[in-house]
């Protein structure tokens, strides 16, 4: 019965959905103000009805109701209970219906808290969002629907992909989603202001918290799935480009120079159309990624279910979103007039550097990611975009955009100086020559790439902390009084700042990994030694155990180095329900560096391939996501000024005046 | 701002939309449909080290259905597979050609003295050139090829009993009766 609930609330949903979307498009330009009323709070039933559906699946996974054709088809009665809950989203079409899910969670959170938006501008957003609800819900119910039953009811379920009964795995897709899903509201904002025809500082005001809010949770569901990966794939590495990845890295760079040039709107009341059409891209790039990469979470090629009518429902929806908005932002995007004046060496103009940065990046993913499509479609050839290209590229733009982030942030808005700014960064840039010595000196290989990449980092994190220095007058005023000024400082400030840092933090990760990661494979009997990095590994014992789902093989390795002796456990799990087998990676951290240890079967009776890895520093990639998220939620937290008519400039204190950000 | 400027981005999205609208056609698992129905592309394999005789696509081509399977001892699906190949083998019911893929010299010999061989012939394929050929996106792969040497099907996972039952017997079988 409880299926049923939740089939007959998505329908109710959807129906609400279609009708919601012109009601609000023709209220916001009439003044009948009950049509809006309606509009308005039917959102928020929206999302009960469809939070009624995701729990009656979620219910169906949790009582293990395999009359229910997709609990049968992704889950078992001997899984975990939790994995079993989590199995709700670990499959195409609950995911799906978690994406619906926060989507409407998100259209009713704007409907909500909307209020003090312009009347029409909250209208015509929420009726975009009303469309793409009606849009993803129509593909839900008629081409994955989760409620479809069995009869008869099977006796037991075809379990859940293995790699995905981890705890990293079940809460690494909600927060891509989040991410993801996040990226509607600033693109639903985005259209309607084309469709009035005005952009303005409210307008930005009102779309750089979800952008940021949208940015933090991207940054967190990527810096998971990395992490999940790394301890959970054994290979021994962090980000391999592979095409599932690239689809959720494109939507963060794009959102990346989406949270950079709102800003711009918000002060300087310019660069508007490139604000939209960012806003328009971010979204885009969320939906190319969600739907032709990873059509299920499961990615594998030959898990990969093709169905016609879903592939032709998806690019359905792609083209009228993303073809929609662009021919809109095509015809109206010169009513959207800037009436601040530009000067390319100012705060703005560092900040369209940042963008254009950001963009070439993305667009160097996008080729990548689809240039084996694009070869196949027009030769037939299949090939495929390995690590190297990007390696290649990403490297210098990753420098240029580490050494003039640090600048950028000096510059004040309107019309800067930049010998000035430089001159403040003469302390960055000395910290920066000291570190890159150092490195030169201590680094047993790649000494000079090494010294360049960490002298990046201390010239980007000085940047930042030189930044806040400024601002609060560190050393030049009373300490009290800086006190006082690092408090009433924004917290878009902050934010940047923080953010920088933790860019320049995770940079220690990427370039250490890609530098001095060291590898050693060797074929090892129980009491074998391997040595790596100093430590002197002996396998001790292989055992089988077994999980309440699984059946493993346990290596339990010994390291020692010095008078250091740590014991290292890792496992290789075979899941008979779905006869696949996983790794769990023995992992020991000691500060930011790890001893990582992988083995595979011992198939010729000799011993255990196993493979070692040192890897230096990684700890800081996880540090440096984390601290970059936490910075663009307290830039969340910045509500931004009023808009110049309501402030009034005697009472401003002077600190925000001066605080550029 | 120049009206053909903001047209760009629409422009450029139309572009790509068509590549995706075509890319949808083909289906990646599938084999370049070019492939099914036409005759094996030539290939020559030499044996792997340990056995001594390879193959050529010729000698699949002698007016008997025949299989092609791609395996390779670092391939944990295949280890799922091999049973069953090995129980086709025995009951005589097709002949199976292995095409050991990208393995390291002497490990597919190992493989198969270990679990036993159900393949007639097995070619060495470490540099992966024949299963690039053949379109092979991963292992284990299997090609049901006809009496007159046409590729006709291409199971992109591994064979299950029940697979053979429900699919795959039936298919030879109409095959053979052809």
């Not at chain 1, 995905?164 to 996040?182: E, T």
């Not at chain 1, 390319?344 to 996008?366: D, K, P, Q, Y």
């Not at chain 1, 129980?526 to 999980?547: C, F, H, K, M």
């Not at chain 1, 992992?587 to 240890?597: H, T």
């Amino acid at each position: 019965m409880t299926p049923e609930i939740g089939h007959f609330a998505l329908i109710l949903a959807f129906i609400l959905a279609l009708v919601q979307g012109p009601v609000l498009f023709l209220s916001a330009k009439g003044e009948d103000a009950r049509f809006a009323a309606f509009g308005q709070r039917v959102t928020v039933l929206i999302f009960v009805l469809v939070a009624v559906s995701f729990f009656s699946l979620m219910h169906a996974y949790a009582v293990s109701d395999f009359s229910v054709s997709n609990v049968f088809q992704n889950s078992h009665s001997a899984k975990p209970f939790i994995y079993k809950l989590t199995g709700t989203w670990a499959n195409h079409e609950g995911s799906m219906l978690l994406w619906a899910l926060i989507l409407t969670l998100f259209s009713a959170v704007l409907a909500a808290q909307g209020r003090a938006a312009p009347r029409d501008l909250l209208l015509l957003t929420l009726g975009v969002q009303a469309l793409i609800v009606s849009a993803f819900l129509a593909f839900i119910l008629f081409t994955s629907n989760p409620f479809l039953r069995l009869f008869p009811a099977p006796a037991d379920g075809t379990g859940l992909n293995p790699l995905l009964q981890d705890p990293g795995l079940a809460i690494h897709p909600p927060f891509l989603y989040l991410g993801y899903v996040g990226f509607s509201i600033p693109f639903s904002f985005a259209v309607a202001a084309l469709i009035r025809g005005k952009a303005d500082t409210v307008w930005a005001r009102l779309v750089r918290p979800w952008a940021l809010i949208a940015w933090v949770f991207l940054t967190i569901g990527i810096a998971l799935g990395s992490w999940w990966a790394y301890y959970e794939l054994g290979w021994g590495g962090w980000w391999a480009w592979d095409p599932v990845e690239n689809a959720s890295l494109m939507p963060w760079l794009a959102g990346t120079a989406l949270i950079h040039s709102v800003r711009v709107v918000e002060r300087r009341d310019a660069m508007k159309g490139w604000a939209v059409l960012l806003a328009i891209t971010a979204f885009s790039l969320s939906l190319v990624g969600t739907f032709l990469v990873r059509s299920g979470v499961i990615t594998s090629v030959h898990a990969f279910a093709v169905d016609p009518a879903r592939g032709v429902f998806i690019l359905m929806i792609l083209m009228a979103a993303i073809g929609g908005s662009l021919s809109l932002f095509a015809m109206r995007a010169n009513s959207l007039t800037a009436t601040g004046a530009f000067v390319s060496v100012s705060r703005e103009g560092a900040l369209v550097v940042n963008n254009v940065l950001m963009l070439v990046a993305c667009a160097v993913v996008f080729v990548g990611t689809f240039y084996p499509l694009f070869i196949d479609v027009l030769s037939g050839e299949k090939i495929s975009v390995g690590a190297p290209y990007f390696n290649f590229i990403f490297a210098p733009l990753a420098s240029v955009t580490l050494i003039l982030a640090a600048v950028g942030t000096l510059l004040a808005w309107k019309k800067a100086d930049l010998g000035a700014s430089v001159k403040k960064l003469l302390p960055a840039g000395a910290a920066a020559l000291v570190m890159a010595i150092i490195v030169a000196v201590i680094a047993d290989r790649a000494a000079l790439s090494g010294a360049f990449a960490m002298g990046l980092v201390v010239w980007l994190a000085g940047g930042a902390v030189i930044d806040i220095a400024g601002r609060i007058n560190l050393f030049r005023a009373p300490f009290a009084q800086s006190l006082a000024r690092a408090k009433g400082l924004p917290g878009a400030a902050w934010g940047a700042a923080i953010a920088h840092t933790g860019i320049a933090l995770f940079a220690v990760g990427a370039a250490s990994m890609s530098l001095w990661k060291t590898e050693v494979v060797q074929l090892m009997a129980e009491g074998d030694r391997a040595e790596i990095a100093g430590y002197a590994v002996t396998l001790q014992s292989v055992e089988r155990i077994s999980g309440p789902n699984y059946e493993a093989e346990r290596a339990t390795f010994l390291a020692t180095k010095n008078d250091q002796r740590v014991l290292l456990a890792g496992e290789r799990r075979f899941y008979p329900v779905r006869g696949m087998e996983t790794s769990e990676a023995a992992i020991r951290a000691r500060g930011m560096n790890d001893l990582y240890i992988s083995f595979g079967a011992n198939s010729s009776g000799n011993g255990w391939p196993v493979r070692l890895f040192f890897n230096p520093l990684v700890g800081f990639l996880w540090l440096g996501a984390a601290v970059t998220a936490f910075g663009g939620l307290i830039a969340f937290g910045d509500r931004g000024r009023k808009p110049a008519k309501l402030r009034d400039k005697k009472t401003a204190p002077a600190v925000v005046e001066a605080a550029p950000a | 701002m120049n009206r053909v400027v903001l047209i760009i981005p629409v422009v450029l999205f139309a572009v790509i939309g068509a590549f995706f609208a075509w890319g949808l056609t083909r289906d990646p698992t599938a084999i370049p449909s070019q492939l099914i129905d036409k005759p094996l592309p030539q290939f020559e394999m030499a044996a792997i080290e340990g056995l001594d005789q390879g193959f050529s696509s010729d000698e699949l081509k002698k007016g008997e259905v025949v299989l092609l399977n791609v395996f390779g001892s670092w391939c944990v699906s295949c280890h799922i597979e091999h049973p069953f190949l090995m129980q086709l083998a025995q009951n005589d019911t097709i002949k199976i050609y292995g095409l050991n893929w990208k393995d390291e010299p002497g490990k597919g010999k190992e493989w198969l003295d270990r679990l036993g061989n159900p393949y007639t012939k097995v070619g060495d394929d470490y540099s992966g050139r024949v299963a690039l050929d053949l379109g092979v996106t991963g292992a284990p792969e299997t090609f049901v090829i006809d009496k007159e040497g046409k590729v006709r099907f291409r199971v992109a996972m591994p064979i299950t009993e029940q697979y053979w039952n429900n699919t795959l017997g039936p298919m030879i079988e109409e095959l053979r009766s052809q």
